[in-house]
């Protein structure tokens, strides 16, 4: 079994656009290190920014963590076990101090060396027991090239944190960062959109922004805004000199593209 959708987001007053590129390598990069980490699989894992937003969205992401199965290693085998195979008192204290049977004793061999090992499994905890303590810990790891410091000092970020979406399918993931709860609600374009969005299931998350004028991906605003600067183009009969580093610092500086046309007296 697998949930379908998890989403984070750290809502925030606007951030510089030159930070966004690389802190959503950063992201990506971390969150995959962590989950694996972490024990816990997924299917795929995207990372998308705004002036106001940074998410993270996995789909596919297993229930619980994988078992892990620790390996310890005992006495000799010798000392544990008689020449006519009969475990010895080391035997016994080994396997009762690792909570297995003696019957579950078996040989290992280290630089030419038997010793007793003892195989203990660890069931996985539920993928929500882990976010809660994950996520947190992976805002921590988000470090801009310049900081802000605001309600408590020992948490910083590009800009304050204003609201936290966390949510697996219809499940809040709780947790709180910078006195902020996280919570199922997210806010649309600042001038445009409704200011509070409450969603019920992850899988609403995108759409629902889209449906208050923010577009998430940032290479779907690309596309719209090099159509719009097309469709100017065809319009006006003529050809826009573009530089692709504005067009990068014009992604990260709107949440919904429109293209105009205007002139200077």
């Known amino acids: 079994m697998t949930i379908k959708n998890v989403v984070l987001e750290i809502g925030t007053e606007e951030m510089p656009s030159r930070f966004l ?4 390598e950063t992201l990506e990069k971390v969150a995959r ?15 998308f920014a705004t002036p106001r937003r940074i ?7 297993e229930e619980k963590q994988k078992d892990l199965v620790n390996t310890f290693r005992g006495p000799a085998w010798n ?13 016994h204290g080994f396997a009762r101090s690792r909570g297995v049977s003696v019957e579950q004793l078996t040989p290992m061999e280290v630089d030419g060396v038997r010793y007793t090992c003892a195989e203990v499994s660890e ?10 303590v994950l996520f947190p810990a992976l805002i921590r790891k988000l470090v801009f090239p310049k900081n ?27 947790f709180e960062y910078g006195g902020i709860k996280s919570g199922r609600t997210t806010s649309g374009h600042r001038f445009l959109g409704t200011k509070t969005i409450t969603i019920n299931d992850a899988a609403d998350f995108m759409n629902s922004l889209r449906d208050n004028y923010v577009i998430l991906d940032q290479e779907e605003r690309r596309k719209k805004m090099l159509s719009g600067i097309s469709a100017l183009e065809n319009e006006l009969e003529g050809v826009v000199e573009l530089d692709p580093e504005i067009v ?9 593209p429109v293209h105009f046309f205007g002139t200077f007296d």
């Open 123 to 132: 069931p996985g905890s539920p993928a929500l027991k882990i976010l809660p």
């Open 79 to 91: 000392a544990a076990f008689d020449a006519a195979g009969n475990p010895t008192r080391a035997a």
């Open 55 to 61: 998410v993270l969205m996995a789909r596919g992401m």
């Open 148 to 174: 802000m410091y605001w309600a408590d000092p020992a948490v910083r970020f590009s800009r304050p944190i204003r609201w936290i979406f966390a949510m697996a399918e219809d499940k809040v993931i709780p």
């Open 248 to 256: 990068n610092e014009n992604l990260y500086l709107v949440e919904y």
């Open 21 to 24: 590129p690389d802190i959503l």
């Open 33 to 47: 290190e962590d989950l694996e980490a972490s024990r816990i699989g997924f299917e795929t894992l995207s990372v």
